[in-house]
């Protein structure tokens, strides 16, 4: 899988234009090689009767797709953390990077302190950020953070957690 951020090329099955993940498949037999999109590599991989293995010989799944590209996400923001936030060389940024390497959970008082980050994030990296962090509400504390914040906070802060966590605090993104 290649995350081509300047969508540059078409899938050869459905001729979609300008597709974001790139999968590239090849033919056993004649060993020609073919682009399709994340949508269309699901044509290969849904209820499989053969098994398919990609380049290094492991065997594709969908799951196994879906967990490649968490994966890619999961490093491209570790790396962005690792670019923009640990060379300042602040311990309460640091902590926050390590949490979030550790289980992406953090107070709605931390996630506020990363808007600025998260505004120098591409897109693929604010799609990072999403799919990594997450709001913890467990404690008193967390839950008096949120009742604290103004408007324009929530709608930030609202971006990273559950439905059922924007339900109970009446958050509707805008």
Known sequence: MVDNKFCGANCHLCCHERIRYEFTIINRLNKQAMVVGSECIKKFTEGFTETFYDTKGNVVTEK?????????????????????IVP??????????????????????QISYLKSFYNTLNETGQQAFKMVVKVNLKTNKQK????????HELQFVGQFM???????YNIILK
């Open 88 to 109: 300042k060389n602040n311990n309460f940024y640091n902590s926050i990077v390590k949490q979030i390497k550790e289980d992406g959970k953090l107070s709605p008082l």
């Open 64 to 84: 196994r797709l879906t967990e490649d590209k968490n994966d890619y996400l999961k490093r491209f923001l570790s790396r962005e953390l690792d670019e923009k």
């Open 162 to 168: 559950s439905s059922q966590q924007r339900e109970r």
């Open 144 to 151: 008096q953070q949120m009742k604290e914040f103004k408007w």
